[in-house]
């Protein structure tokens, strides 16, 4: 691609050429009109090769560079030959209105009070010397030439750091310099290289939407301020493509897969509206849950799990001792036994809950007709109900089972307070068993509820209370 936007670039030379050897007489006739159509016919493929340039994936950064400082020449060839086809309007007396119209602002007086209130003072940071040079720009364009003098003196004096002082003059002819020195001395050149790395390995990671957008947005600013190299020209030319690129790694590095593929399906052209397109899915997702909430230190009430994991673990112990040197031949069949057993909290085999059936033993097939299946078309559908339908089942039965244990265990509970200044014991949480059991005792500070503060070593803790144990002195 890179050798035909270079053939593109060739023939506008030669047109450019052919136009400046023309001289006057190019507008004449229909030179320019001829020459401006194959302008627009050459440009329009340069158009469409940098459009399927941007949809290409795992591009080199070096190309990217080369490609786009190859696209920017082409622009402003084009723009120089636009100049030359377009005839000269020569009026007297131009600008007129526009010279009546500054003519208070150009001679303007500087003025102490107002300098202060836009110019900030340097504090080491890039942000604020980058407000400190627009504000140098903009409050120039306002002063004549005795305020300009004025304003110089005012900067250098009053708004540098000590350390900016030392890389720059100490005396300036005029404001351009001065702005032109501060960007060149104070400002940290970024390479370009280094920007376009980190964008590519960027991802959402541990961050929230916003922050993750953000950092985007930053990378998307910085990687085109960085290549345009002040050119405004350059700049519209870049902008449209960093930011498809930049929306492109925003989708691609979000956490959540629905949601990347829900925002790169809607094929955003802001990168803006990307980011909140994705935070407003986010907000709309349900995070609530009708379960019961667990308790700390209490695996009883985590639910199925556990009580499957004891299960089991029973199950085999008691077959192994009862085969011990043919345990592992046998342990298919218990297991195919243990899957195929109605489980009483889920009501349900596991078999039927993976499978959507029941397992079919050889004394089933003895006792049972077997049903012919004669529409293969509906058997996932019915598979897909079956399976649907017994979760649910099987997941109403596991809440009720839980909360049942729960109120069973709060029921022999005996919730213990503490009062302020008493004492508690702590349970040790060392592994090693030769240790005392309980640690302390320890001030109470206050009671919190399931939770008691404590000084514990010189500094407050806070622990559960299953932990504690109260201290009688």
Same mark, same amino acid.
């Given at each position: 691609?890179?050798?035909?936007?270079?053939?593109?670039?060739?023939?506008?030379?030669?047109?450019?050429?052919?136009?400046?050897?023309?001289?006057?007489?190019?507008?004449?006739?229909?030179?320019?009109?001829?020459?401006?159509?194959?302008?627009?016919?050459?440009?329009?493929?340069?158009?469409?090769?940098?459009?399927?340039?941007?949809?290409?994936?795992?591009?080199?950064?070096?190309?990217?560079?080369?490609?786009?400082?190859?696209?920017?020449? #082409? %622009?402003t060839l084009h /723009?120089?030959? $636009?100049?030359?086809?377009? +005839?000269?309007? *020569?009026?007297?007396?131009?600008? &007129?209105?526009?010279?009546?119209?500054?003519?208070?602002?150009?001679?303007?007086?500087?003025?102490?009070?107002?300098?202060?209130?836009?110019i900030p003072l340097?504090?080491?940071?890039?942000?604020?010397?980058?407000?400190?040079?627009?504000?140098?720009?903009?409050?120039?364009?306002m002063l004549n030439?005795?305020?300009?003098?004025?304003? #110089? %003196?005012?900067?250098? /004096?009053?708004? $540098?750091?000590?350390?900016? +002082?030392?890389? *720059?003059?100490?005396?300036?002819? &005029?404001?351009?310099?001065?702005?032109?020195?501060?960007?060149?001395?104070?400002?940290?050149?970024?390479?370009?290289?280094?920007?376009?790395?980190?964008?590519?390995?960027?991802?959402?990671?541990?961050?929230?939407?916003?922050?993750?957008?953000?950092?985007?947005?930053?990378?998307?600013?910085?990687?085109?301020?960085?290549?345009?190299?002040?050119?405004?020209?350059?700049?519209?030319? $870049?902008?449209?493509?960093?930011?498809?690129?930049?929306?492109?790694?925003?989708?691609?590095?979000?956490?959540?897969?629905?949601?990347?593929?829900?925002?790169?399906?809607?094929?955003?052209?802001?990168?803006?509206?990307?980011?909140?397109?994705?935070?407003?899915?986010?907000?709309?997702?349900?995070?609530?849950?009708?379960?019961?909430?667990?308790?700390?230190?209490?695996?009883?009430?985590?639910?199925?799990?556990?009580?499957?994991?004891?299960?089991?673990?029973?199950? $085999?112990?008691?077959?192994?001792?009862?085969?011990?040197?043919?345990?592992?031949?046998?342990?298919?069949?218990?297991?195919?036994?243990?899957?195929?057993?109605?489980?009483?909290?889920?009501?349900?085999?596991?078999?039927?809950?993976?499978?959507?059936?029941?397992?079919?033993?050889?004394?089933?097939?003895?006792?049972?007709?077997?049903?012919?299946?004669?529409?293969?078309?509906?058997?996932?559908?019915?598979?897909?109900?079956?399976?649907?339908?017994?979760?649910?089942?099987?997941?109403?039965?596991?809440?009720?089972?839980?909360?049942?244990?729960?109120?069973?265990?709060?029921?022999?509970?005996?919730?213990?307070?503490?009062?302020?200044?008493?004492?508690?014991?702590?349970?040790?949480?060392?592994?090693?068993?030769?240790?005392?059991?309980?640690?302390?005792?320890?001030?109470?500070?206050?009671?919190?509820?399931?939770?008691?503060?404590?000084?514990?070593?010189?500094?407050?803790?806070?622990?559960?209370?299953?932990?504690?144990?109260?201290?009688?002195?």
């Open positions: 691609m890179a050798d035909e936007l270079l053939k593109c670039y060739n023939e506008l030379i030669v047109i450019k050429k052919y136009l400046v050897k023309k001289g006057k007489s190019r507008f004449e006739g229909n030179i320019t009109k001829n020459q401006l159509s194959k302008v627009n016919d050459i440009i329009n493929r340069c158009n469409n090769i940098i459009s399927q340039f941007s949809l290409l994936k795992d591009v080199n950064s070096g190309v990217i560079e080369e490609t786009n400082k190859l696209y920017i020449k #082409i %622009t /723009k120089e030959i $636009l100049e030359l086809c377009s +005839k000269p309007e *020569v009026e007297e007396n131009t600008s &007129t209105s526009s010279d009546s119209e500054y003519s208070e602002c150009d001679t303007m007086e500087f003025d102490l009070k107002s300098a202060c209130s836009l340097m504090d080491g940071t890039e942000e604020t010397t980058k407000r400190l040079i627009d504000a140098v720009d903009m409050y120039s364009g030439e005795i305020g300009k003098k004025s304003l #110089i %003196t005012f900067v250098l /004096k009053g708004r $540098l750091s000590e350390s900016a +002082k030392l890389r *720059v003059s100490a005396t300036y002819l &005029t404001v351009e310099q001065l702005i032109s020195d501060l960007r060149n001395s104070l400002l940290p050149k970024k390479s370009f290289t280094a920007i376009h790395s980190r964008l590519q390995n960027i991802s959402q990671g541990w961050r929230s939407i916003d922050q993750y957008g953000s950092e985007i947005e930053k990378l998307f600013s910085e990687l085109t301020i960085t290549q345009a190299e002040g050119n405004s020209a350059s700049y519209d030319v $870049l902008k449209p493509l960093n930011e498809k690129m930049c929306i492109k790694k925003f989708t691609d590095g979000l956490k959540d897969p629905r949601l990347s593929t829900i925002i790169a399906a809607r094929n955003f052209s802001s990168l803006k509206d990307a980011i909140q397109a994705a935070q407003d899915e986010e907000v709309s997702r349900p995070t609530t849950s009708s379960q019961p909430e667990i308790m700390a230190y209490h695996h009883e009430s985590i639910g199925a799990l556990e009580n499957s994991h004891k299960t089991m673990g029973a199950y $085999l112990r008691i077959q192994c001792e009862n085969k011990p040197n043919s345990w592992s031949d046998w342990l298919p069949y218990w297991c195919f036994t243990y899957n195929n057993t109605v489980h009483t909290e889920t009501k349900y085999t596991p078999h039927e809950l993976v499978f959507g059936k029941l397992c079919i033993l050889p004394s089933n097939l003895r006792n049972s007709n077997v049903n012919p299946l004669y529409n293969h078309g509906s058997y996932p559908l019915e598979l897909k109900y079956r399976l649907e339908l017994a979760q649910a089942d099987a997941r109403t039965h596991l809440i009720n089972s839980k909360l049942k244990r729960k109120e069973k265990y709060d029921s022999h509970s005996k919730p213990v307070s503490y009062s302020k200044s008493s004492y508690l014991w702590l349970r040790n949480v060392s592994d090693n068993k030769m240790q005392s059991i309980y640690v302390g005792p320890y001030l109470v500070l206050e009671d919190l509820g399931c939770n008691v503060k404590i000084l514990k070593n010189g500094k407050e803790d806070v622990v559960h209370k299953n932990r504690t144990k109260p201290c009688i002195l």
